[in-house]
Nanobody, 121 residues
Framework: QVQLVESGGGLVQAGGSLRLSCTAS????????MGWYRQAPGKQRELVAG???????DYADSVKGRFTISRDNAKNTVYLQMNSLKPEDTAVYYC???????????????WGQGTQVTVSS
């Protein structure tokens, strides 16, 4: 089984910064794409940023220039540096990882439990 554990959420004033971390552990052969999603109250979950195993990055238009995604492949860890935070960034942030647990199994998506980010105006 694979577990994703997130950390780094919290309360911050508008214009401030937070750094989220997420580590995948368990039975892992390889970790492919990792990413961060968020879900605000009454809204659908949306992709914030993703990063492939080779380091290619993708961002939602709303966070480009403010958020940076990175990863440490040796630690199966993905980070999200969030700068210039806005009240509209308030949401529960979820880590996602596409994982292969062995050479005989396919790839599956796993999710973290979510971490709350609240930006006050």
């Amino acid at each position: 089984q694979v577990q994703l554990v997130e950390s780094g959420g919290g309360l911050v004033q508008a214009g401030g910064s937070l750094r989220l971390s997420c580590t995948a552990s368990g039975t892992i052969f390889s970790v492919n794409t990792m990413g961060w999603y968020r879900q605000a109250p009454g809204k659908q979950r949306e992709l914030v940023a993703g990063i492939t195993g080779g380091g290619s990055r993708d961002y939602a238009d709303s966070v480009k220039g403010r958020f940076t995604i990175s990863r440490d492949n040796a630690k199966n860890t993905v980070y999200l540096q969030m700068n210039s935070l806005k009240p509209e960034d308030t949401a529960v942030y979820y880590c996602n990882a596409n994982v292969r647990i062995s050479t005989t199994f396919g790839r599956y998506d796993y999710w973290g439990q979510g971490t709350q980010v609240t930006v006050s105006s």
